[in-house]
């Protein structure tokens, strides 16, 4: 027998991103459970097909930034999967409030949000077979942004981003094998992410956030057909709109991605990070470009300044 497959998570040595995450409450079906009992059934229909939908959240000093509109996706996200039973954004949002107050967070936190069809009665990929109603997860963790603001490098990924005729990127589910094969080829090249481009050769996205690109003082972005119409992309359209900086949603091909004067990822984990080369090209000098720095900034001042309020 493999010792390490015999050994119980209890005695696997592993060394945790924050060591406070080791004594989080996390909401499971209605109940805040510890780190070790925080568990779904094998029933549950996330595990049977990962068949779910999701949310992250970033808490800023006491607010939760667009909590409204992540509230609105998840719950359009199962209606569109024909889920039952959709908890309404109250009940949600006393369940995250729950969470982050047991665990005393109010800032410098990630919040994974998701939502199963439920626990099944039997194995299987049939929603006939999920009779319970959905299964709410909470799971909140002191967690910085995941890339620096330093910037990251880049490859392309030979995996393409799924079309709306085969899975609407619209949905935002679980099932994210498309995005995580992509970040395996990121893994092998040695770099931070992967660019994954639509059917048709145009960038999509990255494995994990929206990209924009900034060319002549201007600012660019896919549409969001094979893309998340992610929320702080959104947020970002909106500060160039405030801002009088003109930026485009249009379709944008590789070689547009290398002769960029700047170019940037964005994302609730990630926020706003430079993209300082891509396949081995130099984006503009190879560092933060100054509109990207303009934009970071402006960013982090609306995310503080907009967010939900916490109960105090």
């Known amino acids: 027998m493999n010792m390490r497959c015999a050994l119980t ?23 805040l459970r510890t780190r070790a009992e925080a568990t779904v059934s094998v029933f549950d229909s996330v595990v049977q097909g990962g068949d779910a939908v999701w949310e992250g959240l970033r808490v800023y000093d006491g607010r939760i930034a667009e909590l409204d509109g992540h509230l609105e996706r998840l719950q359009n996200s199962a209606k569109s999967l024909a889920f039952a039973a959709i908890p309404p954004s109250d009940v949600i949002r006393a369940a ?32 006939r077979f999920n009779q319970s109603g959905c299964t709410l997860i909470v799971l909140a963790e002191w967690k910085p942004p995941v890339y620096s603001d330093d910037g990251i490098r880049v490859i392309t990924a030979s995996t393409r981003r799924n079309t709306p005729e085969c899975l609407d990127s619209k949905i935002h589910h679980n ?5 995580i094969l992509a970040s395996i080829e990121a893994n092998v090249a040695g770099v931070d992410a992967a660019v994954m481009l639509d059917v048709n050769g145009f960038i999509s996205e990255t494995n994990d956030t929206n990209i924009f690109l900034v060319k002549k003082n201007q600012v660019l972005t896919p549409h969001a057909d094979s893309c998340l119409p992610g929320l702080t992309r959104k947020m970002i359209l909106r500060i160039c709109l405030d801002e009088k900086i003109v930026a485009i949603e249009r379709n944008l091909s590789l070689t547009e991605l290398y002769t960029a004067d700047e170019a940037f990822t964005s994302g609730t984990m990630g926020e706003l990070t ?36 916490l109960p105090s």
């Not at 592993?14 to 060591?19: A, H, R």
């Not at 099932?175 to 995005?179: G, I, K, P, T, V």
């Not at 560092?287 to 907009?306: C, D, I, N, P, V």
Request: aromatic letters at 4%; a positive charge.
């Open 96 to 127: 995250i409030f729950e969470t982050l107050a047991a665990n005393g967070m109010r800032d410098n936190t990630h919040i994974r949000l998701t939502l199963t069809r439920g626990e099944k009665i039997t194995s299987g990929m049939n929603p």
């Open 9 to 31: 998570r209890q005695e696997i040595n592993v060394t945790l991103p924050d060591p406070r995450n080791a004594d989080i409450l996390i909401h499971v079906g209605g109940q």
């Open 175 to 179: 099932n994210l094998l498309n995005n």
């Open 274 to 309: 430079p993209v300082l080369e891509a396949d081995g090209r130099i984006i503009g000098d190879g560092s933060a470009g100054r509109l990207t720095k303009q934009l970071q900034s402006l960013h982090r001042k609306f995310a503080y300044e907009h967010g939900s309020p």
